[in-house]
């Protein structure tokens, strides 16, 4: 059988692009897969307790399950978010300019008394470096499901709190200083329900959204360093 690993950012130069591996028998585990390309792809060792999985654009949650024919495998490493129709998805990956307008009428309701925006702004630098420009890439279609999953957490999470809706718009591709690359929309009761919970959706799109930048400077280019993804109840790959 033969597994078609998608690859992104960093790990797609790496490697030249996409990964293409025949194994044995048509059935084989993601233990077993990881197991594999840290026999046939020595290059990727150092990332592997790192990453995440992903089949057929959903995070795995169990290492023991299986990759069959025509499954769509994606590793996952760590991660740093439009349509003109009306209303705008809640959950958005788009290279055009993000709509604050359009997200708040999203999420505001009759019983809002709160809505909290919040704005992911580029900055002239970072971790003492100048910062010239911010390249984004997304697995977009994941990436938009996943913005759904930790909407729908949050939403739980706050349950018994009047939080009403969350929206959250993720723009890719290059933007300039000063360009918004991610809207988080929440509508509550109460001021202060609406910041904690667009605080807590913020934090869990920057953990488990596969989304990657690269920084752009006078010294050239470099993908930024994120963290391990960490999907709710998931197994990373490492722990195979």
Not at 83 to 98: N, Q
Not at 210 to 236: F, I, L, N, T, Y
Request: aromatic share 4%; charged share 25%.
């Amino acid at each position: 059988m033969q597994v078609r690993i998608r690859l992104f950012a960093q790990l797609r130069e790496l490697m030249g692009g996409d990964l293409q591996e025949d194994v044995a028998g048509n059935r084989i585990t993601v233990a077993e897969l990881h197991r594999h390309l840290e026999r046939t792809h020595p290059a990727l060792e150092p990332y592997l307790p790192t990453l995440a999985v992903a089949i057929n654009e959903e995070y795995c949650l169990d290492a023991a399950t299986e990759i069959g024919p025509g499954d769509e495998v994606a590793l996952i490493q760590p991660i740093s978010g439009g349509a003109e129709a009306a209303p705008a998805p809640r959950y958005l990956i788009t290279e055009a300019p993000l709509d604050r307008d359009a997200l708040r009428e999203l999420v505001a309701t009759d019983a809002s008394g709160a809505v909290v925006l919040f704005e992911g702004v580029v900055r002239d630098h970072h971790e003492g470096r100048a910062v010239a420009r911010l390249e984004y890439e997304a697995y977009a279609p994941m990436a938009e499901r996943q913005m759904a999953t930790v909407g729908d957490e949050v939403l739980a999470e706050y349950a018994d709190r009047e939080v009403h809706q969350i929206a959250a718009h993720h723009r890719i591709g290059m933007l300039e200083i000063g360009d918004v690359s991610l809207l988080v929309a929440v509508s509550a009761a109460h001021r202060g329900d609406a910041f904690e919970a667009a605080l807590r959706a913020v934090d869990r799109i920057k953990e488990t959204v596969p989304v990657w930048k690269r920084e752009h400077g006078v010294d050239g280019s470099m993908w930024q360093e994120g963290v391990s993804p960490r999907p709710e109840g998931a197994e990373h790959l490492a722990g195979a």
